[in-house]
């Protein structure tokens, strides 16, 4: 009996030590580097004037973009095929269908529509795709409240009442807590997901679902870090880029800043230098990343893209299999497409 108790222990603590093997990847070489900066396209803006802080996104068969220091519209749609631009909407303001400070863009795909994050008005604000094309001046709806506790950023539907995201829950006048957490668009109530990395003391991250894979991705800013898990919370993989990927807990340099779902692939932003630069005209300003992390669904390394531009956002456009940029680096918008160049 004692046999068969030893014998027992011994597999629990096998099949523990196995688990915590299959999710935690080390990765000390990642070294397959492509040069594409020769393969970059400019999209071609003509007279349209965009700040140098645009996010595109990617709805339906055009691409919208959100300009956070516009002094005109807010809000552009672009043919995503041809770049021709559609219709400019949306200004600054505390008036109807005017925003007063703009988050993030949260997009619908299956109702053709997409949510524009207000805190100024604290609030979701939900937008008609063919409304907008039909009427600039189209007031959105207003979808659901912002409370002080909790807010979304991020964030993509997963189902017509639900959308998946970063949750920031301030704890002081100067700090805020970081978890991914599930919005019901019904009533504003929050579902954490549960899985939290034990060492990680204070979270800071970007961050992708995919409703296709059934996974969602959390990149650190400050931590070597990236860590992918089931839409139930679930850990699948902790992948560390390298042993000493706790060292900069309270350091400025940096290491992702933006993560994306293309394909099969997880693309991530990578900077792996000092968060911050010395402009010899603007003086201390961010500092951002000029290549791509590019990696399987297991977290498994496969290539670095090297765009050489510095890139302050990106889209994947799955129609045209190509990823838009936005450049704060010469160019303002150009596209990479990915064909032939990381095959399967």
Request: proline share 3%; with cysteine.
């Amino acid at each position: 009996m004692k046999n068969l108790v030893c014998i027992f222990l011994l597999m629990t603590v096998y099949w523990s030590c196995s688990k915590h093997v299959e999710t935690e990847k080390y990765q000390y070489k990642r070294n397959n580097i492509i040069q594409v900066k020769d393969k970059l396209v400019e999209i071609p803006t003509d007279s349209l004037m965009f700040s140098s802080h645009c996010r595109p996104y990617i709805i339906d068969n055009y691409l919208l973009i959100a300009d956070y220091k516009s002094y005109d519209h807010l809000l552009h749609l672009l043919d995503k095929n041809t770049f021709r631009y559609i219709t400019g909407f949306t200004y600054w303001g505390q008036g109807p269908g005017e925003i007063a400070n703009m988050g993030t863009v949260g997009i619908d795909h299956s109702h053709r529509s997409f949510n524009v994050t207000d805190y100024g008005k604290q609030a979701m604000f939900r937008y008609n795709l063919d409304s907008v094309i039909a009427n600039p001046d189209y007031v959105p709806e207003r979808k659901v409240e912002i409370h002080a506790d909790k807010i979304i950023r991020d964030y993509q539907y997963i189902n017509d009442s639900s959308c998946i995201g970063l949750v920031l829950e301030p704890i002081s006048s100067s700090d805020f807590k970081v978890a991914t957490g599930i919005l019901n668009t019904n009533n504003g109530e929050f579902t954490l997901m549960p899985y939290v990395h034990p060492k990680i003391k204070k979270k800071r991250a970007c961050f992708d679902a995919s409703l296709k894979h059934g996974l969602y991705v959390e990149c650190y800013y400050k931590q070597n870090l990236m860590t992918i898990c089931t839409l139930n919370g679930e850990l699948k993989y902790n992948i560390y880029g390298g042993s000493n990927w706790t060292e900069n807990q309270r350091g400025r340099f940096e290491y992702y800043q933006q993560a994306a779902f293309v394909k099969d692939r997880i693309f991530v932003l990578y900077l792996n230098d000092s968060a911050y630069i010395n402009h010899p005209v603007m003086g201390l300003m961010g500092n951002m990343a000029t290549k791509f992390l590019v990696f399987d669904l297991n977290g498994d390394y496969i290539a670095t893209l090297e765009t050489g531009y510095r890139i302050r956002y990106f889209c994947y456009d799955e129609g045209n299999n190509r990823i838009i940029l936005n450049l704060d680096d010469g160019m303002q918008l150009a596209y990479l497409s990915l064909d032939g160049l990381i095959d399967s």
